[in-house]
């Protein structure tokens, strides 16, 4: 794995624990000699670890759409920033930077990241894995209602196994970058439900 695309909230959150988890896991990454590709914004838990991955000599890739340069406050000490047209052209390149997916904690555009990511490995767009850092259990929640659309039928299980959750950051990486990502088809046969 060189590189590691993170999706993390714009804002710190209410809980120091989730700064906290930001800035361990940005000099994580650099002393694993690991690349980070993020949102590119110098707010949040975004400008947490970026900064954190900075001072611990890794390098930091941020991608930002012209319309959240000025809000998100693009970064400027990154090792390199690419201001984008729009938010698919800014996913489709952190997805071309990255060879994996992590979550942080966040809110509904951390969410949605995530989510097409895993979406384009199910749907076989890419064979890049995606964690969730159950950073103080934020994604324990999340975690089961996933598990819920496994036992109803609507995601399959293989796909459900590409989805790593882990509250241990260390151990987080260790498995994306080992996990074995098996091919399967996306849909789901009535015989199978």
């Not at 850092?133 to 293989?158: C, M």
């Not at 260390?170 to 074995?180: A, V």
């Amino acid at each position: 794995m060189k590189r590691i695309c993170v999706f993390c909230g714009s804002s710190v959150g209410v809980k120091p624990v989730y700064a906290e988890a930001a800035r361990d896991m940005g000099r994580l990454i650099a002393s694993r000699g690991i690349g980070l590709v993020y949102g590119g914004g110098n707010v949040g838990l975004m400008g947490v670890i970026a900064d954190a991955a900075l001072e611990a000599g890794g390098e930091v890739i941020g991608v930002i759409p012209h319309a959240l340069a000025d809000r998100e406050i693009a970064h400027a000490g990154l090792t390199n920033l690419h201001v984008v047209d729009s938010m698919h052209t800014r996913k489709a390149m952190m997805a071309e930077l990255a060879d994996a997916f992590v979550a942080m904690p966040g809110g509904v555009g951390t969410f949605e990241e995530f989510f097409e990511a895993v979406t384009w490995t199910q749907l076989g767009l890419h064979r890049k894995a995606c964690g969730l850092l159950n950073v103080d259990s934020f994604y324990t929640p999340l975690a089961l209602f996933i598990d819920q659309a496994v036992t109803d039928g609507f995601i399959r299980p293989v796909h459900r196994q590409g989805i790593v959750v882990d509250s241990d950051p260390e151990r987080l990486l260790d498995t994306l970058s080992t996990i074995d990502l098996p091919y399967a088809p996306k849909w789901i046969r009535r015989d199978e439900t």
